[in-house]
């Protein structure tokens, strides 16, 4: 957080004149390779070199990734792995692959950066599954309520060779899509101004009948809609307003998503609901990766490893200590200095929710949704599989002690 807020002290005007003669990306990697007090000249020194070894060699490939609303003050924030991903990869590669980087919402945004890829106006994209899945629906299995009981168990998915049979692989067939990697979190309400002056939520009735923002994901409404939280489709960009202006009681996304978004000041109370995934995840156009040659795709799926390695310890690491995601919240974080409330609903309460809304006890509600995603799957139970694969670890497993693995190797 200290990095992030000591960047923004160097002046647009200056970062302008950085960008112009060095380019977006290099300046976006510089600047992520520093910590501590950021000046001027720290800031040019990194840039220049980060700026003489990326373009050391002629790149055989070119690739645009759209960051959505990232960049590197943020991504310091919500630990997605994006910067880390392109600098690897440009590193790996020696330079046969060259990553542009345009984040900040320049290129695309949060609904429609898949549909660019998808178009080929960019190669890459990093943005929410749930924001995504109005262009890729299949991206929706991740979303079925409560099949994920805890942050360790979505990583441990997500490393799981099967993941390749329920996610990865229907992904790309159906929508041109490799699924690369994703930071981990679980959705929860996030409750504005109207929630201020009320004792911090500590059971499920006193979220009832509230007026909540819902991305993209039709499976999120479902789960929404149970639980009595009036699901409103507005888009990212204009949930801040939103609850500014009171059209809207609260948010279902994420802790961090909260802190890099600057929702603070309009978030009263963060409520760990944990009823669906929060994934912030990058891919990439299948065809564009289908045209390298092999060993260039090995080097991607390998700097894909390392990025949701360092992802599943670092965003682990700022949800605490950066975001301020615990109670109490430490002194210092964004949390605190925001005055944002974290409410860790009691077992009982989250047990209530599960019981109300997951297809576990509410098979019916889920139906049409669920045959409709296993068809696209090619005929396998994705809720069920996905369910007993998530509980496999014991549920007191740290996020942090899971077991990293090259998910596309079933050796």
């Not at 070119?62 to 440009?90: H, K, P, W, Y």
């Not at 998915?157 to 229907?170: K, Q």
Request: charged residues 20%; contains cysteine; hydrophobic residues 40%.
């Amino acid at each position: 957080m200290k990095a992030s807020k000591a960047l923004s002290q160097v002046s647009r005007r200056d970062l302008l004149k950085l960008t112009g003669t060095y380019g977006i990306s290099s300046v976006v990697m510089g600047a992520a390779t520093l910590t501590g007090a950021v000046t001027l000249p720290t800031l040019a020194r990194a840039v220049e070199s980060t700026y003489e070894k990326r373009f050391a060699n002629e790149p055989r490939h070119q690739l645009t990734l759209g960051a959505s609303g990232f960049n590197a003050r943020n991504l310091l924030i919500e630990r997605a792995g994006v910067l880390e991903f392109a600098r690897d990869l440009e590193e790996r590669t020696e330079g046969e692959i060259r990553v542009e980087f345009i984040g900040d919402n320049q290129i695309c945004g949060q609904l429609n950066c898949v549909e660019k890829t998808q178009l080929g106006v960019i190669d890459m994209f990093s943005a929410s599954t749930q924001n995504s899945a109005g262009g890729a629906p299949y991206l929706n299995v991740l979303d079925y309520a409560y099949m994920f009981p805890s942050r360790a168990a979505q990583y441990h998915f997500m490393y799981h060779p099967e993941s390749m049979r329920l996610l990865r692989d229907p992904l790309e067939r159906r929508h041109g899509l490799k699924f690369l990697f994703t930071h981990c979190e679980l959705r929860g309400l996030q409750m504005g101004q109207s929630f201020a002056d009320r004792p911090t939520v500590s059971t499920l009735e006193e979220l009832f009948g509230t007026r909540n923002r819902v991305t993209g994901t039709q499976l999120g409404r479902i789960a929404m809609q149970l639980l009595n939280l009036n699901p409103t489709p507005i888009a990212w960009e204009e949930t801040l307003d939103g609850l500014r202006q009171g059209l809207i009681d609260g948010a279902e996304t994420w802790a961090s998503a909260v802190a890099y978004a600057n929702m603070g000041p309009v978030v009263s109370q963060s409520v760990d609901l944990g009823f669906f995934c929060g994934t912030e995840h990058t891919a990439m156009s299948a065809a564009v990766y289908d045209a390298m040659e092999p060993h260039l795709q090995d080097a991607i799926m390998e700097s894909a490893y390392l990025a949701q390695v360092h992802v599943q310890a670092a965003n682990e690491a700022a949800l605490v200590k950066t975001v301020g995601h615990s109670n109490p919240v430490l002194p210092g974080t964004i949390f605190d200095q925001e005055d944002v409330r974290v409410a860790f609903l009691p077992e009982d309460q989250l047990r209530m929710a599960e019981e109300m809304c997951s297809p576990e006890f509410q098979p019916a509600e889920w139906e049409q949704w669920r045959e409709r995603i296993n068809n696209w799957q090619g005929g396998d139970d994705t809720y069920q599989d996905i369910y007993n694969i998530a509980r496999e670890i014991p549920t007191d497993t740290k996020p942090e002690n899971v077991e990293p693995r090259r998910w596309w190797r079933t050796a």
